[in-house]
């Protein structure tokens, strides 16, 4: 307001006509500037060049850190020095190991989870920090449904698994839910979220993989889920798995997947089947400590929303260049830890 009172007159009544404006009915906000966040560390190169592909980096309780190598079907164990990384759970079908791994992520109180396909089929596996196996199950086996992936990385199914502190939760649409959330002994303990529209009810494949999802715990309560494919949305719960709100995904990082959405979708022949071909808009997702949304789009963009989903940053990451994250995670302290190259930030 002083600044108000000491501008010029003419000045004055530029600011009245941009306030004026600003609030007139269906104004709308000026668009957020993407902000640049820079790598203030990670893991340092001589350990990094261990993994052929990295594609989690997460900090157990104790300090120490976990890397989840996909393509060399193994889980490393990196001290809180950074200085030595320790093989703990390693390639192979047989229980306590991993084979065709695809979804992986650590509990608060400290074991981890690996989701894999042994034989075609889906296996959960938890592991204590030392690598010993504690305990696991096969999931049933689904008809197979289209697969929602870039490159060779599948992002649905087991590969959206999330530990929380005594339940998982998998993003399984056949199950005519959006989240099934299932005991550590692999009890399906209940369903969480309806089946969204999307005008493609005739077509009962192309339908549930534009219901294909990252289901995520929020810690401050509740639960939100990220639509990976079709019209960029997300939604979320409350703790007794009632819908308190959706919100779509907008913003000119994503306008090119918009417009590029098919009225009728491309397919592929898996087996004897042929199966929608569907691109996703969603790289990754996680929630901080403060119970802020953070969505990796397929650009190189990431998107923040607050706890009541309005958009409040759009940022990207500067590290060897800049990056497009596979993996998000956010430490107790606040500090943010990304894949590819294993590298942190004070988000």
């Not at 529209?197 to 639960?223: Q, R």
């Not at 997947?257 to 592929?268: C, Q």
Request: with cysteine.
């Amino acid at each position: 307001m002083a600044a108000f009172a000491e501008a010029s007159a003419p000045r004055r009544a530029a600011l009245a006509v941009t306030v004026l404006a600003l609030m007139a009915p269906g104004a709308r906000p000026a668009a957020l500037t993407s902000e640049v966040l820079r790598s203030v560390g990670g893991l340092p190169p001589h350990i990094v060049g261990l993994f052929e592909e990295p594609l989690s980096f997460q900090q157990a309780p104790g300090g120490g850190y976990y890397v989840f190598d996909r393509r060399g079907h193994t889980v490393y164990s990196v001290d809180a020095a950074r200085t030595n990384a320790l093989k703990v759970v390693e390639i192979g079908p047989e229980a306590g190991r991993i084979i065709q791994p695809r979804g992986f992520d650590t509990s608060p109180a400290g074991p981890f989870v690996v989701a894999d396909a042994p034989r075609s089929g889906e296996r959960v596996q938890i592991f204590g920090d030392t690598g010993a196996r504690r305990g696991g199950f096969t999931l049933p086996v689904r008809e197979r449904t289209a697969a929602i992936a870039f490159g060779t990385l599948v992002l649905n199914g087991i590969a959206s698994i999330q530990y929380g502190a005594d339940s998982l939760l998998i993003s399984h649409p056949e199950s005519g839910a959006l989240i099934t959330e299932y005991s550590t002994g692999g009890r399906a303990r209940r369903s969480i979220g309806r089946l969204r529209a999307t005008g493609h009810e005739d077509d009962p494949e192309l339908h549930l993989a534009l219901n294909v999802g990252l289901p995520l715990f929020d810690p401050t309560g509740g639960y939100v889920y990220v639509f990976l494919a079709g019209r960029p949305m997300f939604q979320k719960y409350d703790a007794a798995g009632r819908l308190l709100f959706e919100r779509h995904i907008e913003g000119p990082e994503i306008d090119r997947y918009l417009a590029a959405l098919p009225d009728r979708w491309p397919t592929r022949r898996v087996e004897d089947r042929e199966l929608p071909l569907v691109t996703p808009a969603i790289r990754a997702a996680a929630v901080d400590p403060r119970g802020q949304l953070w969505i990796s789009l397929m650009e190189p963009s990431t998107y923040v929303y607050d706890g009541q989903g309005d958009k409040v940053r759009s940022v990207q990451f500067s590290a060897a260049g800049i990056i497009s994250p596979t993996s998000l995670f956010f430490t107790k302290d606040g500090r943010l830890l990304v894949t590819p190259g294993c590298y942190e930030f004070k988000p």
